[in-house]
């Protein structure tokens, strides 16, 4: 396999790093830590050899959230991107490929994990499908969240982050869901898209561990930015006060939303790994 070269960055450009191939073990993972740690459908990770892993700039940076014995989980304190996990044990680093910029030489080989897949997606490439981890992928396997999840108030959806000190609910059907592919939702969801839910503000609440949630908006943009949990750095909900909306990332949902995505948007910035294959409507920006 020839040798490919990938810089990465988390979404506020803090922590840089670049990463030199082979890749491989590239795989999307739908397991419940995961995808609230993402807040996407799924997380989609990438293994190189460790030797050939180099911080660029910003490795004080970084948090962590040890989501079981064997896995950490590492992310950028200012904007809460998901950074590369090392293993030196197996003499490699797992990173996010959302992050990642450069030829990889490789797609996706396998999803993960659907046998704790989001309700409100549905998996049409044609990949193998593993129920858990692969029997001989060789790597530590995560385990599902065990801890007890709040329920919801009637008529509510709930949400929480992966080590659950920050939860929160609306009421009512969203507005809208769409999967977005832009640079900054891929750089901020750490992967190869993220699905956003609207809500009108006055029907979202926090119903624990506010204090706790980074509003991290992105120098520039009209409207973007990210919200995290700044004890495990999943992404959660934010709140929109220029939309008075709620903008919640689908994988932090503990119930299911009662509504599906209806297009793609921001399609000309896709993933070049990534293949769309359902038969949603695709823009190539946001339609009107």
């Not at 999967?179 to 750089?187: E, F, I, L, Q």
């Not at 973007?224 to 220029?242: H, L, M, W």
Request: proline fraction near 9%; aromatic fraction near 8%; glycine fraction near 12%.
């Amino acid at each position: 396999m020839s040798e490919h070269h990938a810089t990465g960055s988390c979404l506020c450009g803090t922590v840089r790093y670049e990463l030199r191939g082979p890749f491989s073990h590239m795989g999307h993972c739908h397991c419940s830590i995961c995808r609230k740690h993402h807040g996407a459908p799924f997380a989609t990770f990438v293994a190189s050899p460790l030797d050939g892993y180099r911080v660029l700039s910003g490795s004080g940076n970084a948090g962590r959230y040890d989501s079981s014995p064997v896995w950490h989980r590492p992310f950028c304190l200012t904007c809460g991107s998901v950074l590369p996990t090392l293993m030196p044990e197996h003499g490699l680093v797992v990173g996010p490929a959302g992050n990642l910029e450069g030829d990889l030489g490789t797609r996706p080989a396998m999803h993960m994990f659907v046998g704790s897949k989001a309700p409100w997606y549905e998996i049409t490439d044609g990949l193998p499908q593993h129920d858990a981890y692969p029997p001989d992928g060789g790597l530590p396997e995560a385990q599902p969240l065990g801890r007890a999840l709040l329920a919801p108030s009637p008529g509510c959806t709930s949400g929480s982050c992966a080590c659950g000190k920050v939860a929160f609910e609306y009421s009512g059907a969203p507005l809208r869901m769409l999967n977005c592919h832009c640079s900054r939702c891929r750089r901020g969801r750490s992967a190869a898209h993220t699905t956003n839910i609207f809500v009108p503000l006055d029907r979202f609440r926090f119903t624990r561990g506010e204090d706790l949630v980074r509003d991290f908006r992105l120098p520039g943009a009209r409207f973007f930015g990210v919200a995290f949990c700044t004890a495990c750095g999943s992404d959660v909900a934010r709140k929109s006060v220029e939309r008075q909306a709620a903008v919640i990332p689908a994988g932090s949902l503990d119930s299911d939303p009662g509504m599906r995505p209806t297009a793609h948007i921001y399609v000309g910035s896709k993933a070049a790994w990534f293949d769309i294959t359902d038969a949603l409507p695709q823009f190539a920006e946001m339609p009107d």
